[in-house]
Nanobody, 115 residues
Framework: QVQPVESGGGLVQVGGSLRLSCKYS???????????KTWYRQAPGKQRELVAT???????NYADSVKGRFTISKDSARKTVYLQMNSLKSEDTGVYYC??????YGQGTQVTVSS
């Protein structure tokens, strides 16, 4: 089963930063590189929403709510996808998940932004 491990979440104050990681260990590098990579989040009581995506070409796209604050990146050698989150707001609170292509999500990592 191809499933990543998300990490890097935690409790942070409004205006702070976190960097999330999404590491794959059971796929080959060509599969990692050949698929789009996506971060999602799910806030309490809400549906899961797309936060950021990176196409296999490297082009990126972001939800309007995070543009200019979040950055998606990858390290192909480590088969890891990152999400740098700056200027965090309370509404960024939620469980963050990632996946590549149509593969499964991981267990997620909790991000809590407090004021």
């Amino acid at each position: 089963q191809v499933q990543p491990v998300e990490s890097g979440g935690g409790l942070v104050q409004v205006g702070g930063s976190l960097r999330l990681s999404c590491k794959y260990s059971r796929i080959i590098t060509s599969v990692f590189n050949g698929n789009a990579k996506t971060w999602y989040r799910q806030a309490p009581g809400k549906q899961r929403e797309l936060v950021a995506t990176m196409a296999s070409s490297g082009s990126t796209n972001y939800a309007d709510s995070v543009k200019g604050r979040f950055t998606i990146s990858k390290d192909s050698a480590r088969k890891t996808v990152y999400l740098q989150m700056n200027s965090l707001k309370s509404e960024d609170t939620g469980v963050y998940y990632c996946n590549i292509g149509d593969y499964d999500y991981g267990q997620g990592t909790q991000v809590t932004v407090s004021s």
